[in-house]
């Protein structure tokens, strides 16, 4: 299964990753840039357990500057759970998209 998520986040045209149950991140360099992923985090440490724990996605909407020469967008980052056949955690998807109900004015 992590080899499969890890090929779609390869592929995949929008910012996204995986954390799998043992805590290691894989996530295109978008998503690295949106998070300010860094492995020993521990706000994304702990946010990745209470997801695993609670069995609950979880979504974050933000509005920071990632390229200083655009305007600011805001973009919802979704945290998906993934569970296997007999509900075994195997990891968390998440994947980013603009938010186009909202304004940054």
């Known amino acids: 299964m992590k080899l499969e998520i890890h090929e779609f986040c390869k592929h995949a045209t929008v910012p996204c990753g995986f954390a799998d149950s043992e805590g290691e991140i894989n996530a295109k360099a978008k998503m690295v840039d949106f998070l300010g992923l860094n492995k020993d985090a521990p706000e994304m440490v702990a946010l990745l357990e209470k997801i695993g724990t609670e069995k609950s996605p979880f979504y974050v909407i933000s509005n920071l500057a990632f390229d200083y020469k655009k305007p600011p967008k ?27 109900f909202l304004s940054t004015l």
């Open 74 to 100: 805001l973009w919802q980052i979704d945290f998906i759970p993934l569970f296997s056949q007999e509900n075994g955690y195997l990891g968390t998807f998440f994947h980013a998209y603009e938010f186009l």
